[in-house]
């Protein structure tokens, strides 16, 4: 269910900035005219993404433009198209975020440094859309450039983010080779973190999580002499969210803590977002509930005000199988109702397997046997085309309740044995299935 967790906070970062947020937010407040256009690029600088409300970063980022276009500033207009893109939901109506990464583009074309930033970010939009042949084909004319000017710390993020990439879709050859080729550019501290922190995600999203935790806590160490906040509690959130998997929770609960003091403390709210779906996590597995609902609520009112639909996505997942586990079956299939249509939108196959599944499964036991065959029919598609390899026997759990759900209604709706249809299920009509194709408990 973290499979996209790791993309705002790992498209973030640039550089460690000496002021504080509050500061600049102050200082602009005394300033007048052009001299407001400095402490306007800090604010808009990618460290604070995710603190910043939207709209009050789309005010800064149209501000920029004003000044930087008096001034003929290439660099700070270039910032102000990015910042301006990076201020909105890309799925909303009317979004126009392409259109701004497009005019960057078109701004930096004669400046390496600043083209292969836009490409990066460019990736970023393709990837948070789910559209991973555009991110990868912007990761490769980035890198490419990068290569040709020299520009090594652009290299190592552009080369660990398509290392993240390839091991979310379960090509473990290319993901591992571009991960350690990522750190022998690395120059300084600012970069190893970065490197660090996309290794670790590699690392989780093939299963190895002590080499997974061992990155993430390398990354926090060096994130937080740095005094980046920002990215020390993310990686320490990563790091609670490994411990909670691997039965240590007391030692996650320490971590979740001081990353949501780490983000209180600047007012990350992306930060505090993912502290409280990681917490919502850990109280769920100690059987919690409602404490692991108050904080995926709190993560989920936190993420709709950023507006990335992913991030969205990942806590309403999480929601509705604990919805579905403590039998509130309207709430479960509520959810699906509400988040299907998104998860197909920007195709994240993984969430629309999962809502349709569960939708499915509550569906029939809320009496609906039509909705449940609609649904096990988007799931059983959307099943066929999830690539994490990690994600599969959850998902082949889930099959296997929907299709045991569906079989009491078979004879009612005229309907084959729905068992028959689920990949890798090869299940007689029996009373009660108890495993699923793969061999996990159901």
């Keep these: 269910m973290k499979l996209f967790l790791f993309v705002s906070c790992f498209l973030m970062y640039t550089v460690v900035l000496a002021n504080n947020f509050d500061s600049l937010r102050q200082t602009l407040q005394g300033q007048y005219g052009a001299q407001r256009l400095p402490t306007l690029l800090k604010l808009c600088d990618s460290q604070y993404r995710g603190i910043i409300p939207n709209a009050e970063a789309n005010g800064f980022g149209k501000e920029i433009l004003h000044f930087a276009s008096i001034t003929k500033d290439t660099s700070a207009l270039v910032e102000g198209c990015l910042c301006i893109a990076n201020s909105q939901d890309r799925t909303a109506e009317g979004s126009d975020a392409f259109k701004w990464l497009r005019k960057a583009q078109s701004l930096a074309r004669r400046h390496p440094a600043l083209l292969a930033k836009v490409y990066f970010w460019k990736a ?32 190592v993020k552009l080369l660990g983010t398509a290392a993240k990439i390839y091991s979310s879709n379960g090509q473990a050859q290319a993901a591992d080779s571009l991960g350690r080729l990522a750190f022998h550019f690395c120059q300084n501290r600012v970069d190893s973190a970065i490197a ?34 920002i990215m020390a509690a993310h990686n320490l959130q990563q790091c609670a969210g490994i411990l909670r998997d691997q039965g240590r929770f007391e030692q996650a609960i320490k971590y979740l803590q001081e990353a949501v003091q780490l983000s209180k403390a600047i007012g990350n709210i992306t ?14 597995r100690t059987n919690a509930h409602e404490q692991a609902l ?8 936190l993420k709709k005000d950023i507006g990335r639909p992913k991030k969205i996505l990942n806590t309403i997942l999480d929601m509705t199988v604990l919805y579905g586990y403590t039998a509130r079956y309207d709430s479960c299939l509520r959810l699906g109702q509400q988040y299907l249509a998104l998860s197909q939108q920007i195709e994240y196959k993984l969430a629309e397997a999962t809502l ?10 809320t009496g609906n046997p039509a909705l449940a065959q609609h649904y096990w029919t988007i799931g059983e598609r959307a099943l066929s085309r999830v690539k994490a390899k990690e994600e599969m026997p959850e998902l082949f759990l889930f099959a296997a309740k929907a299709a045991e759900a569906l079989r009491d209604f078979r004879q009612s709706l005229s309907i084959s044995n729905p068992f028959s249809k689920c990949p890798g299920f090869h299940v007689q009509h ?10 996990s408990p159901v």
């Design 271 to 284: 930060g505090l977002a993912a502290a409280y779906h990681t917490l919502g996590g850990l109280y769920k």
């Design 356 to 365: 349709a599944l569960w939708g499915s499964i509550a569906a029939a036991k």
């Design 430 to 439: 029996r009373k009660k299935s108890n495993h699923c194709g793969i061999g």
């Design 196 to 229: 660090y922190t996309r290794w670790g995600s590699v690392q989780e999203d093939f299963g190895k999580l002590d080499l997974a935790l061992s990155a993430f806590y390398a990354a926090y160490r060096l994130e937080k002499k740095a005094g980046n906040n």
């Design 294 to 301: 108050q904080s995926y609520q709190l993560s989920l009112s």
């Design 124 to 155: 970023s939009y393709y990837y948070e859309l789910g559209k991973i042949d555009s991110a990868l084909l912007m990761i490769q004319v980035g890198d490419q450039m990068a290569q040709r000017h020299q520009l090594l710390s652009e290299r």
